[in-house]
């Protein structure tokens, strides 16, 4: 079982189609397919890591001192997650909730 963030409890805000069918409160089980965790571990961590590194790697063949290419690294990573962040709207497009009852 998988719990985000290492929590016990996380709330999250998830559309279906009929929701009276859920009570307010009511523990639920929320999954997602293996390819849209396979996109979200690609978007969370493969690409972050190759732009740190291509970063870091770019600066340094170019011959610029070791913390700068570490900041150049650093600061492309930021980027990539400020632009992430501004397209959250689409990006969470791909991702759907498959959500059912939570049986003890």
Do not use: W
């Not at 969470?92 to 939570?102: A, D």
């Amino acid at each position: 079982m998988c719990n985000p963030s290492e929590m016990k409890e996380k709330i999250f805000e998830v559309r279906v189609s009929d929701a009276s069918v859920y009570k307010v409160g009511e523990h639920i089980k929320l999954s997602i397919t293996e390819g849209q965790g396979m996109m979200a571990v690609f978007l969370g961590y493969v690409i972050p890591i190759f732009t740190l590194l291509g970063g870091f790697i770019t600066a340094t063949v170019l011959e610029v001192n070791e913390p700068l290419s570490a900041l150049s690294g650093v600061s492309l990573t930021g980027l990539y997650f400020f632009i992430l962040y501004l397209t959250r709207n689409k990006t969470s497009k791909r991702f759907s909730f498959l959500v059912s009852r939570y049986e003890n």
